[in-house]
């Protein structure tokens, strides 16, 4: 079955480490994203992707980049890791490029801590 | 500034009740609305979608509804079962190809037997 995996799904790390956070998806979808998920937040938009080669800053993508090289994958690097990014991070992906029933499917989530 | 509030925070309930989880929103232009379910260590998973042109739309045991005039929604859960106990996320797309989402806070919902 077509699928979404996030890679690790547990991390630790120092600050001022760079950290990569890999999103695989199967379902050869255009879209993909990445979300971040604090306790009294909603997801928050990081990076969005709409085909290879493109990517977009979303709403806190400050200290985070993306690169899309193929359609399955969209790895998340944080290049000097702070405290502030300790979350739980997701990865999402759709499959249209516009219109009334773009839903979004999540990977199962990374949950990232950084001292 | 595209908004979207959920009400209540958290929710208690017995099995076998009935709930309604509030969804406002302040999102332009609007494309469509869904509700996810977030189970504990879980990605969200869509229960729900529905366009401007949708008040009503159906998924088993829950219902949600769009009043795309005084933008609001509701998921209404019937005879709750423990596996409901979750975070329920009301979601809005924004823009012409609703490609901007609007994430809730969610309402975390606890199912006691």
């Known amino acids: 079955d077509a699928e979404i995996t996030q890679s690790p799904r547990h991390k630790i790390t120092e600050t001022g480490r760079q950290v990569t956070l890999a999103c695989h998806q199967t379902w050869n979808h255009n879209n993909m994203f990445w979300y971040r998920q604090d306790l009294g937040h909603g997801l928050r938009l990081i990076h969005y992707s709409y085909g290879v080669q493109d990517t977009n800053k979303g709403e806190v993508s400050d200290g985070y980049s993306v690169s899309r090289s193929n359609t399955e994958d969209l790895p998340l690097t944080l290049e000097s890791a702070a405290s502030s990014q300790t979350s739980v991070y997701f990865c999402?992906?759709?499959?249209?490029?516009?219109?009334?029933?773009?839903?979004?499917?999540f990977g199962p989530g990374t949950r990232l801590t950084v001292l | 500034k595209n908004q979207v509030e959920q009400s209540p925070q958290s929710l208690i309930i017995l099995e076998g009740k009935n709930c309604t989880l509030q969804c406002n929103y302040t999102v332009s232009p609007f494309s469509n609305l869904r509700w996810y379910k977030q189970d504990t260590g879980r990605g969200p998973v869509s229960l729900t979608i529905m366009t401007f042109s949708e008040n009503t739309k159906s998924n088993g045991r829950y219902t949600a509804t769009l009043d795309a005039d005084t933008k609001q929604s509701s998921l209404h859960i019937t005879a709750s079962q423990l596996s409901d106990s979750a975070s329920y996320i009301c979601?809005?797309?924004?823009?012409?190809?609703?490609?901007?989402?609007?994430f809730g806070p969610g309402t975390r919902l606890s199912v006691l037997p």
């Open positions: 999402a992906s759709s499959p249209y490029s516009g219109g009334a029933h773009n839903e979004q499917f």
């Open positions: 979601v809005v797309s924004a823009g012409n190809y609703g490609q901007n989402f609007v």
